[in-house]
């Protein structure tokens, strides 16, 4: 017997629409690339998004083509994806820290028909043109007051370019399985992969993603995304704000400590996301000048492990709640999220660091397991290492034109992460998979070596890698960039590292670099460090 249910497909065109009927005059605030701050609300978003698929359907483009985004966070980029999805096409959206190569390789491995540039990106996408085999048309994300004058034969200005539709259109209803997005994955080895979303996965992901117990998102809420649209789906805040009638502050093309915490304070956002990096610059900034933000009350942390110094600084200095989050462009992207369960409310203090440390357990829609290398699950004990696993309806179960199979017989996809569960479904990464430092048979986690020496008070970044070793294969190598105007001692660092490891786990010297080579997502390059280091010879070397 069938259940007897309207028949009201997931499609991502409808969160707009909600937005716009339920919490039409709540705002989208965005520093425009131009410069100045631009105000606008989800009933006039929408509209401009109808008149974006009004003029996307008098090109031609129909259900099913790719159209490309290489593009900050502003209420422009945030229209054109709804007015993608409108049409029954797929956003595309394109990291402009990709190389060069990369970016052709991408757009003509998607075969993009047209493409959205912001004015920072055009000098890049002029420069490409000749490679670009399958791009119809260039639109310049700007009015024609800022158009430049391009070389390219095919570039209009956005406003330009909508200016004769009136947004008179109806959005196309596809089906809810079919694609609505792609982002393809940084692919720090080989080419990079096609993650293809569809608009049933979006809309659940994003119900998922505000769930109380994850990132609780709410109306009374000011959200600023500094995860940019083109970082694994913008981690969901461009469906689930507005889903939620959340206020929207996007922050343009600055992203540096003075301008976020401008656009934090001025605007009273209450909730932020982004990578540690960004959060780093952003506590420095505060230290330095003082500042404080009385109304932020949650920052989403994740793409790379958060170190114990954030959560401390952000929990205990200034009263933000540290939402650490795990995640990939093939889960849509959200993994596990830590918030405290009844189990762990009683922590308090280093104990409760503890917790807040780990990336967190998963939401309904999420299932985790660990394995070992023969594919047998392994104990929830908080303890054992083992391959992390997931499975759910808005994680992937292939790439884009790749036949590989990429599910196990239990329909698990393999993260690539090492991580640990604990008794209470809390998931730990210990490590990316290649990164792991095997040392005498066993196990040491780079991860949690670079985040105890983040917490030394010079040292303003930390990585480790495994360098060969005659008797234990591989021993860590700490390399630390210092804080400006700080010269550390290597004793120093190490002996902030001890106690808080195995004595087996402690790195056999520490060297001192200038900058740590970072990948298009803002993670450690741990292959060009690896790299550099090749001929390193460490000094336990000749030492049994
Ligand atoms: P890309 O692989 O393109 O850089 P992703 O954002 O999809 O972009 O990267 C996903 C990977 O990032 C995860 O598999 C994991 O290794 C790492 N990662 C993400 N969030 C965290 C976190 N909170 N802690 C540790 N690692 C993380």
């Known amino acids: 017997m069938q259940g007897l249910m309207q028949d009201w497909p997931l499609l991502v065109h409808k969160i707009l629409d909600h937005a716009a009927i339920q919490h039409g005059g709540r705002e989208v605030v965005s520093r425009s690339v131009e410069g100045p701050i631009h105000r606008t609300d989800y009933s006039e978003l929408r509209h401009r998004s109808l008149r974006v698929a009004q003029a996307l359907d008098r090109f031609g483009i129909v259900g099913g083509d790719r159209v490309a985004t290489l593009a900050w966070n502003t209420w422009r980029h945030l229209e054109i994806w709804y007015g993608i999805n409108g049409v029954g096409a797929i956003y595309h959206t394109i990291n402009p820290r990709l190389f060069p190569e990369q970016i052709a390789y991408i757009v003509n491995h998607a075969a993009d028909r047209i493409l959205f540039t912001d004015l920072t990106f055009l000098p890049l996408v002029e420069a490409l043109a000749g490679h670009l085999k399958t791009l119809e048309l260039v639109v310049v994300m700007t009015d024609a007051e800022h158009m430049p004058d391009s070389k390219l034969a095919n570039a209009v200005s956005y406003e330009e370019w909508i200016a004769g539709c009136d947004g008179n259109f109806v959005w196309k209803d596809v089906d809810e399985n079919a694609a609505s997005g792609m982002c393809y994955t940084s692919g720090t080895t080989g080419n990079p992969k096609g993650v293809v979303y569809s608009h049933r996965s979006n809309i659940l992901h994003a119900m998922m993603a505000a769930a109380t117990d994850m990132m609780g998102l709410s109306f009374n809420d000011t959200v600023l995304p500094?995860?940019?649209?083109?970082?694994?789906?913008?981690?969901?805040?461009?469906?689930?704000?507005?889903?939620?009638?959340?206020?929207?502050?996007?922050?343009?093309?600055?992203?540096?400590?003075?301008?976020?915490?401008?656009?934090?304070?001025?605007?009273?956002?209450?909730?932020?996301?982004?990578?540690?990096?960004?959060?780093?610059?952003?506590?420095?900034?505060?230290?330095?000048?003082?500042?404080?933000?009385?109304?932020?009350?949650?920052?989403?942390?994740?793409?790379?492990?958060?170190?114990?110094?954030?959560?401390?600084?952000?929990?205990?200095?200034?009263?933000?709640?540290?939402?650490?989050?795990?995640?990939?462009?093939?889960?849509?992207?959200?993994?596990?999220?830590?918030?405290?369960?009844?189990?762990?409310?009683?922590?308090?203090?280093?104990?409760?660091?503890?917790?807040?440390?780990?990336?967190?357990?998963?939401?309904?829609?999420?299932?985790?397991?660990?394995?070992?290398?023969?594919?047998?699950?392994?104990?929830?004990?908080?303890?054992?290492?083992?391959?992390?696993?997931?499975?759910?309806?808005?994680?992937?179960?292939?790439?884009?034109?790749?036949?590989?199979?990429?599910?196990?017989?239990?329909?698990?996809?393999?993260?690539?992460?090492?991580?640990?569960?604990?008794?209470?479904?809390?998931?730990?990464?210990?490590?990316?998979?290649?990164?792991?430092?095997?040392?005498?048979?066993?196990?040491?986690?780079?991860?949690?070596?670079?985040?105890?020496?983040?917490?030394?008070?010079?040292?303003?970044?930390?990585?480790?890698?495994?360098?060969?070793?005659?008797?234990?294969?591989?021993?860590?190598?700490?390399?630390?960039?210092?804080?400006?105007?700080?010269?550390?001692?290597?004793?120093?660092?190490?002996?902030?590292?001890?106690?808080?490891?195995?004595?087996?786990?402690?790195?056999?010297?520490?060297?001192?670099?200038?900058?740590?080579?970072?990948?298009?997502?803002?993670?450690?390059?741990?292959?060009?460090?690896?790299?550099?280091?090749?001929?390193?010879?460490?000094?336990t070397a000749d030492q049994d």
């Open 226 to 539: 500094v995860v940019p649209m083109f970082h694994a789906n913008c981690w969901s805040l461009a469906f689930a704000a507005p889903m939620n009638g959340a206020r929207l502050v996007m922050p343009g093309a600055k992203m540096d400590g003075a301008s976020i915490w401008e656009l934090l304070d001025s605007e009273k956002v209450t909730l932020s996301a982004a990578v540690p990096t960004v959060w780093m610059m952003l506590l420095q900034h505060m230290e330095e000048t003082g500042k404080k933000l009385p109304h932020l009350t949650r920052v989403v942390i994740g793409g790379a492990a958060c170190p114990r110094v954030i959560i401390d600084k952000f929990e205990n200095d200034y009263d933000v709640q540290v939402i650490h989050a795990w995640g990939m462009t093939e889960l849509s992207p959200l993994g596990t999220v830590c918030t405290i369960k009844p189990e762990y409310g009683g922590l308090r203090g280093e104990a409760l660091l503890d917790i807040k440390e780990t990336q967190g357990h998963p939401p309904f829609g999420v299932e985790i397991k660990i394995t070992n290398d023969a594919g047998k699950s392994l104990p929830w004990d908080g303890k054992t290492f083992g391959r992390l696993k997931v499975r759910g309806p808005a994680i992937a179960r292939a790439y884009y034109r790749d036949d590989s199979d990429i599910l196990d017989d239990e329909g698990y996809m393999d993260t690539g992460d090492v991580a640990t569960i604990d008794q209470n479904g809390y998931m730990r990464i210990t490590d990316r998979s290649k990164d792991v430092i095997k040392s005498g048979g066993e196990w040491i986690s780079s991860i949690d070596l670079e985040n105890i020496a983040v917490g030394h008070p010079h040292v303003a970044e930390a990585a480790v890698i495994g360098i060969a070793h005659p008797k234990w294969d591989e021993r860590p190598l700490l390399i630390v960039v210092p804080k400006k105007g700080e010269t550390p001692e290597a004793e120093s660092i190490l002996a902030h590292l001890e106690g808080k490891v195995a004595k087996w786990w402690m790195p056999d010297a520490v060297v001192f670099v200038e900058e740590i080579p970072h990948t298009a997502t803002g993670k450690i390059q741990k292959m060009a460090l690896r790299e550099k280091f090749s001929d390193y010879v460490l000094p």
